[in-house]
């Protein structure tokens, strides 16, 4: 079976959901023409049939290693990454001003989505670089922007995020790494960092590091925290690389999946000279880390998108080729393929409705990251509403698409030969990072669902109520968030609007999702509806809004359940 890049998909969701002509009706992205877009969404997807997708087995049995202290990235994979630098891939959306294309935001989406499917651990490394170059660009100075952002604008270097430590998981604010003036404006760097993905790799001459730590006599918790630069090279004047850095691979992890992306336990300034720039203020460590993290978060879900695809595309064409019995109630009693069986059949079109739902999710987002950029007024509110949605529900469907990948095969998709465990072992650890599932429904009741005092949650409901149309549930689903959104702004309190918080951000995701798929199935149906593509488009989209909508109302009462039952034991009998 052989990957392939859903382009066609990609193409309508980006004029339908994304509005990718009127976001080049603005002068900044005035070059994301038509043929511009085509030829990119083309471009890279056959870039990541051709050259990452071949190696998305190799990454997972050999993954990358740690020889004589050093990360070494399987066969095939400096190569092909040197093969992504040379195409100009990297820097579709980097600053115009430091070698970058200006495109929209969108459109890096888009890439990332192909070469995720083909391989989301090899793709993991560009997604951690655009957190260093957003960071960079919104708080480092002119001096650091000219120096570090040409090169990573190129991809030819690449970044990294540091913020966990041993005892500082989600609890950021307990981090330790200290960060000691040296006299000329810069720091000593010293602490160790764990779950650093490609923390070192031996694809690039150069990584820049971006670590949080704390200043001498730095207020505790996150008040305390600054932000640094820390190359692995330093960088000489010239932009010639200098001295390595003392910043040791003390071990990387041996995971359940993303095997080919090495997550690095990383040791800075234990033994000599560890060298970091301040980026932004001092104690501005939380600002630029959500920064870093925001979009981050988005990209995040998008390997939800990545991994359905692959999942859906490789379970279609197994049911298609596998041959089980004779379909019930069929006139003949010969054996048929399993896809012809109703059951399978469920299975691929909630794979094939999934898939579609959330990408139309975080094409959506991706759009509105594009509007914000441009100070579109209302954009980064729903930047801000639809990014707990996008992750959550994002890798939620991708591990649920992917698990439903591993039953259509059978039996064989509990043996790694097929691949289709791989895809599982991959994406169950996008709910866990850059903020677990679990804090970005507490963001959403938290932070924003209070944003302009309910009112922007309110907004996107009625919203998604009026132009509902003759989708009857999809307007009941709307109405049933709005009623549980009232509850908790009103007379819920802290602890009951958390017990619900998990439930309510699915419910608030399905709707979202549905209403986008409302959209595309008007599209598709203007369209004519009648080619293989729209045919399968019209499909899967009724099939969201007929079946998995009416679904997501079954939450309500666990969304509004209240928080005494979960604490009706203490720990000791919970642990009876």
Excluded at 30 to 43: F, L
Excluded at 219 to 243: E, Q
Aim: aromatic share 6%.
């Amino acid at each position: 079976m052989t990957f392939t890049a859903p382009v066609a998909e990609q193409l309508f969701v980006l004029k339908h959901i994304t509005g990718i002509d009127e976001l080049a009706g603005h002068d900044r992205f005035a070059d994301a023409s038509p043929d511009m877009v085509e030829a990119i969404v083309g471009g890279i997807g056959e870039f990541a049939e051709e050259q990452f997708y071949p190696l998305r087995r190799i990454g997972d049995t050999v993954g990358a290693r740690l020889i004589d202290g050093r990360v070494r990235m399987p066969e095939g994979y400096v190569d092909a990454y040197k093969a992504y630098v040379a195409n100009g891939w990297g820097s579709i959306n980097a600053p115009a001003a430091y070698g970058g294309q200006g495109l929209p935001f969108t459109l890096a989406s888009v890439a990332l989505d192909s070469l995720g499917a083909a391989n989301m651990a090899f793709a993991l490394c560009p997604i951690l670089s655009v957190g260093a170059i957003e960071a960079i660009h919104h708080h480092g100075s002119d001096a650091q922007k000219a120096m570090y952002l040409p090169k990573l604008s190129t991809a030819e270097w690449s970044g990294t995020m540091n913020l966990t430590e041993p005892q500082a998981g989600s609890d950021v604010g307990a981090l330790k790494a200290s960060a000691t003036p040296r006299g000329d404006g810069t720091y000593q760097i010293r602490g160790q960092k764990i779950y650093i993905s490609f923390g070192d790799h031996d694809m690039v001459e150069n990584i820049v590091h971006l670590v949080l730590a704390r200043t001498p006599d730095a207020p505790p918790g996150t008040k305390g925290i600054s932000l640094f630069l820390v190359p692995k090279y330093l960088v000489n004047p010239d932009g010639s690389l200098g001295a390595e850095q003392d910043i040791k691979t003390v071990s990387i992890e041996h995971k359940m999946g993303i095997n080919a992306s090495p997550t690095c336990v990383l040791a800075y300034g234990e033994e000599g000279d560890c060298i970091g720039e301040l980026i932004g203020p001092e104690f501005g460590g939380m600002r630029a880390m959500f920064t870093m993290m925001n979009n981050a978060r988005l990209n995040v879900g998008l390997e939800g998108v990545q991994i359905a695809e692959a999942a859906t595309q490789k379970a279609v064409a197994f049911a298609r080729d596998r041959v089980q019995s004779a379909r019930a109630g069929g006139a003949s009693r010969d054996s048929v393929a399993i896809v012809e069986h109703p059951d399978v059949r469920r299975m691929l079109m909630r794979m094939k409705a999934g898939t579609q739902a959330i990408r139309a999710l975080l094409y959506c987002a991706s759009g509105y990251v594009d509007r914000a950029a441009l100070g579109i007024e209302g954009a980064q509110e729903m930047v801000d509403l639809l990014t707990p949605l996008a992750k959550t529900y994002g890798t939620d469907m991708g591990s649920e698409i992917a698990s439903l990948g591993i039953q259509v095969h059978g039996g064989m998709g509990y043996v790694e030969e097929t691949g289709a465990a791989q895809l599982y072992r991959d994406i169950r650890i996008a709910a866990i990072y850059e903020g677990t599932n679990g804090i970005q429904a507490a963001d959403l009741v938290g932070r924003k669902l209070g944003m302009r005092g309910g009112d922007a949650v309110r907004d996107l409901l009625a919203r998604i109520g009026q132009e509902a149309g003759n989708h009857g549930t999809l307007k009941v689903l709307a109405g049933a968030c709005a009623e549980i959104a009232e509850w908790m702004i009103g007379s819920a309190s802290t602890d009951d609007r958390l017990a619900g918080s998990y439930p309510f951000t699915t419910m608030m995701a399905v709707a979202t999702s549905g209403w986008l798929m409302a959209r595309q199935l008007a599209a598709a149906e203007a369209e004519g509806g009648d080619t293989p593509f729209l045919k399968a488009k019209i499909a899967a989209c009724r099939y969201y809004l007929d079946v998995m909508v009416p679904e997501a109302l079954s939450l309500k009462g666990s969304a509004m359940a209240g928080a005494d039952l979960l604490y009706a034991l203490d720990a000791d009998e919970l642990a009876a």
